[in-house]
């Protein structure tokens, strides 16, 4: 079973459809610890300002599970600003603390880049199982107004050019995460999910 988690930020309906349709069984949208931490695996999906995001986390005592769950082996996916969320600190509308599962912060673009980024661009794929059956520099979905920089180069696994060269998606161990959205990717997102679907836990 995937759960989703649920914690008042995102388009929850609609990952859910895209995960249904790139072939997950059940996928739950909850946000009750005993349904995230009863998963196989679990994905943070998320839109609007990482601040906001992570209170509501806090809220609802969600952060010490998530950090769990990640211990464990699950398979863990974050989407957009959940993909965001990974990260140790963001500096949008001034310094906030992420969950920490990866180290680096989530930075504005530079000035004289047009933001936020809306629409299709193109990924520069690292060797990944995320990947499987995608083609280098396919387009997918994006709509963002700040990138994510790791400290450790070795766990980007995609990249993006806007106005610079940026990670635009992550793997360390069991967690992943993508700056762009693949429930509005159309074929590509559906085949990346089901490629996350088909993961084992490590």
């Known amino acids: 079973m ?3 988690i649920d914690y008042g930020v995102g388009n929850l309906r609609s990952v859910q459809k895209a995960f249904e349709k790139a072939g997950a069984g059940q996928v739950l949208i909850s946000g009750r610890i005993e349904d995230i931490k009863a998963a196989d695996k679990v994905v943070l999906p998320g839109v609007g300002a990482i601040r906001s995001a992570m209170d509501r986390l806090k809220e609802l005592n969600l952060v010490k ?3 769990e769950i990640v211990t464990s082996g699950k398979p863990f996916f974050g989407i957009c600003v959940g993909f965001q969320l990974l990260f140790e600190k963001s500096f949008e509308f001034g310094e906030t603390e992420g969950l920490g599962l ?3 912060s989530v930075q504005k673009f ?3 880049v047009k933001i936020p980024q809306i629409g299709w661009n193109s990924l520069h794929l ?3 199982a995320l990947w499987n059956g995608i083609r280098n ?3 997918v979905y994006f709509c ?3 990138y994510a920089k790791p400290e450790d180069s070795s766990v980007i696994a995609a990249t993006t050019d806007y106005g610079i060269e940026y990670c635009s998606a992550v793997c360390k161990d069991n967690v ?3 700056q762009f959205h693949p429930e509005k990717s159309q074929t590509a997102g559906l085949k990346i999910l089901s490629n996350f679907i088909n993961m084992g836990a490590k």
């Open 65 to 67: 599970p998530i950090s």
């Open 110 to 112: 530079p000035k004289g």
């Open 102 to 104: 990866i180290r680096g």
């Open 144 to 146: 963002h107004s700040f």
């Open 176 to 178: 992943f995460g993508v």
């Open 126 to 128: 690292k060797n990944n």
């Open 2 to 4: 995937i759960t989703i």
């Open 137 to 139: 520099d396919e387009d």
